[in-house]
């Protein structure tokens, strides 16, 4: 088992910033791949950013450039700063953790995160 809990998230204006961080537990971190997702009212759960073991990134499209994905193997935690923020940024952001790579699709993901809310006023 492993648990996630994520925090940073926040209310922020327009073109601001904000650092989520997601600490885990339970087994080795370096094990497994993590990821950023992101979840709006009344919308489905989409991915925003995942890492590899080895610290390889891959982003969606729509954030490519504006967020960068993190580890810290040492500190068992996982990062994702955000920089230009918009309103369509505003979400629930979850972490998720992969014992095999699985990139972009959530059903591959092992373990969830509780998911902390990112508020972005225009």
């Known amino acids: 088992q492993v648990q996630l809990v994520e925090s940073g998230g926040g209310l922020v204006q327009a073109g601001g910033s904000l650092r989520l961080s997601c600490a885990a537990s339970?087994?080795?971190?370096?094990?497994?791949?993590m990821g950023w997702f992101r979840q709006a009212p009344g919308k489905e759960r989409d991915f925003v950013a995942a890492i590899k073991w080895s610290g390889g990134t891959y982003y969606a499209d729509s954030v490519k450039g504006r967020f960068t994905i993190s580890r810290d193997n040492a500190k068992n935690t996982v990062y994702l700063q955000m920089n230009s923020l918009k309103p369509e940024d505003t979400a629930v952001y979850y972490c998720?953790?992969?014992?095999?790579?699985?990139?972009?699709?959530?059903?591959?993901?092992?373990?969830w995160g509780q998911g902390t809310q990112v508020t972005v006023s225009s």
């Open positions: 339970g087994r080795t971190f370096s094990d497994y791949a």
């Open positions: 998720a953790a992969s014992h095999n790579w699985a990139g972009a699709l959530n059903s591959e993901y092992d373990y």
